[in-house]
């Protein structure tokens, strides 16, 4: 998987959010250190939905431009704490092999 996925994956884990606050999530948790662009967030989005990993949800702001709200379906969520836990296998291998 790559980084782009598994990090909105991450933002979605967290709970339903439109495609900015995604974005601003992303960048808010990591500091900083990671950005992610409308240009790349949308068809990652749009590749999740069509897997089924998640669902999306018209919110119609009473006059306002209407957003699509994004959530993780139980397989997406699967996926995403199984991205976790391989995750956590890499980082502490990675640290069993790094000199001290």
């Known amino acids: ?5 598994f990090l909105v994956l991450m933002a979605l884990l ?3 959010k439109h495609g900015y ?4 999530y992303i960048e808010e948790r990591s500091r900083g250190f990671f950005r992610m662009p409308f240009g ?4 990652i989005l749009h590749r999740l939905e069509k897997e089924g990993n998640v669902k999306v949800k018209i919110d119609d702001f009473s006059g306002a431009k209407s957003k699509k709200v994004y959530t993780l379906t139980s397989s ?4 995403a704490k ?3 836990s391989e995750f956590d296998l890499l980082s502490k291998a990675i640290k069993w092999m790094v000199p001290v």
């Not at 998987?1 to 996925?5: A, I, P, Y």
């Not at 606050?21 to 601003?24: A, G, L, N």
């Open 1 to 5: 998987m790559n980084r782009g996925t």
């Open 14 to 16: 967290d709970g339903a």
């Open 21 to 24: 606050e995604i974005s601003k």
């Open 40 to 43: 790349t967030l949308y068809p």
């Open 76 to 79: 997406g969520k699967k996926l």
């Open 82 to 84: 199984e991205e976790v």
